[in-house]
């Protein structure tokens, strides 16, 4: 089963930020170690490409994950190492 596979099983789950979270507008922090809930998974390439191409930058190869994050959902690009699915 892949990373993507089991994000998307997970949906509905909890899952242990292990790594910090880069944001382009420089207003969050302090993210690293947080406990979030998993709404949705999908392919970097098709939920972010658009976006990153439009602000001039590249998508990386990862999976997208949406996740409730102070209150709001988020988008954000996660490889197997930056997370723990709890």
């Known amino acids: 089963m892949t ?3 089991t994000l998307q099983v997970h ?3 909890l899952i242990h930020l292990k790594t910090q979270l880069y944001w382009y507008d420089g207003v969050r922090n302090e993210i690293v170690g947080r ?3 998993l709404l949705d998974a999908a392919a970097a390439t098709t939920v972010v490409a658009a976006a990153a191409s439009a602000a001039g930058r590249s ?3 990862c999976s997208a994950a949406l996740l409730l994050i102070d209150g709001s959902p988020q988008w954000i690009w996660m490889t ?3 997370v723990e699915l709890l």
Do not use: Q, R, V
């Open 3 to 5: 990373f993507l596979e």
């Open 11 to 13: 949906k509905g789950g």
């Open 35 to 37: 406990i979030c809930l």
């Open 59 to 61: 998508s990386p190869c």
């Open 80 to 82: 197997e190492a930056d």
